[in-house]
């Protein structure tokens, strides 16, 4: 199983951008995905969340102004960031909850892509 974010870049403060994430391999099940963000010299912190009956999980810091959803079909996960701060910079990571066939349940992570607003 892999997990491909994309949409990362550079933006001004108070812009938006687009994040997708496509979990692809020997998929049966996927569960929950989501989205982690690690600022340099902080830990790694809930973004948000989406389940598969659509219910949404935000961290405090950006709830109102970035919105996750989920086409199952396709198995990707979208991240709407609007309004960004300088605070949002950081590396976003891609993360589902997935049964492959013939295996278990797992949390799997994708590399990661570069989110930076610039002031």
């Known amino acids: 199983v892999q997990l491909q974010a994309s949409g990362g870049g550079l933006v001004q403060a108070g812009g938006s951008l687009r994040l997708s994430c496509v979990a692809s391999?020997?998929?049966?099940?996927?569960?929950?995905m989501g989205w982690y963000r690690q600022a340099p010299g902080k830990q790694r912190e809930l973004v948000a969340t989406?389940?598969?009956?659509?219910?949404?999980n935000y961290g405090d810091s950006v709830k109102g102004r970035f919105f996750i959803s989920r086409d199952s079909d396709k198995n990707t996960v979208f991240l709407q960031m609007n309004s960004l701060k300088p605070d949002d910079t950081g590396v976003y990571f891609c993360?589902?909850?997935?049964?492959?066939?013939?295996?278990?349940?797992?949390?799997?992570w994708g590399q990661g892509t570069q989110v930076t607003v610039s002031s």
């Open positions: 993360t589902a909850y997935i049964l492959q066939y013939f295996s278990a349940w797992k949390d799997y």
């Open positions: 391999g020997n998929i049966c099940q996927i569960n929950s």
């Open positions: 989406i389940v598969s009956d659509a219910s949404t």
